[in-house]
Nanobody
Framework: QVQLVESGGALVQAGGSLRLSCVASGLAFPNFVMGWFRQAPGKEREFMAA????????GYADSVEGRFTISRNNAKNTVYLQMNSLKPEDTAVYYC?????????????????WGQGTQVTVSS
C-alpha cells in the first residue's frame, strides 16, 4: 500500500520560510517522479513543483519560481519543498504526489498517488 505523508506545515508570517517534507512508503521511491501541489479554499488544486526520479530535473509554477525549491533524498524516500519569501497568497493545503513518468508533470490527474496534505498559513 502506497503512503505519502507530508509534514512541516505551520502558521508563518509573510516573508518567512518553511520546509515541507513528504515521506513515501510502499513504492520504489527512486522510480517515481515527485510533485508538490497546493489547494486553497474554493480553488482548484494547483501545481507547484516537480522533481525527476534522479532529482536532476525540476519544474516550477511561475508563481513560485525563485522562491520555492524542490529536492529529494532517495535514500530516505523523502521529497522536500523549501519555501522562502512566503506571501499570504501562499496559504493553502500542500500535497505531495507521485507518478511513474515525467510527462504532463504539471497535471494533477496524471498522479496516481497522493498524500493527505499539510496546512500552510501565511499571515500578513
Amino acid at each position: 500500500q502506497v503512503q505519502l505523508v507530508e509534514s512541516g506545515g505551520a502558521l508563518v508570517q509573510a516573508g518567512g520560510s518553511l520546509r515541507l517534507s513528504c515521506v513515501a512508503s510502499g513504492l520504489a521511491f527512486p522510480n517515481f517522479v515527485m510533485g508538490w501541489f497546493r489547494q486553497a479554499p474554493g480553488k482548484e488544486r494547483e501545481f507547484m513543483a516537480a522533481n525527476s526520479k534522479s532529482g536532476s530535473t525540476t519544474g516550477y509554477a511561475d508563481s513560485v519560481e525563485g522562491r520555492f525549491t524542490i529536492s529529494r533524498n532517495n535514500a530516505k524516500n523523502t521529497v522536500y519543498l523549501q519555501m522562502n519569501s512566503l506571501k499570504p497568497e501562499d496559504t493553502a493545503v500542500y500535497y505531495c504526489a507521485a507518478k511513474p513518468t515525467w510527462g504532463a508533470v504539471r497535471d494533477a490527474v496524471t498522479y496516481p498517488h497522493w498524500g493527505q496534505g499539510t496546512q500552510v498559513t501565511v499571515s500578513s
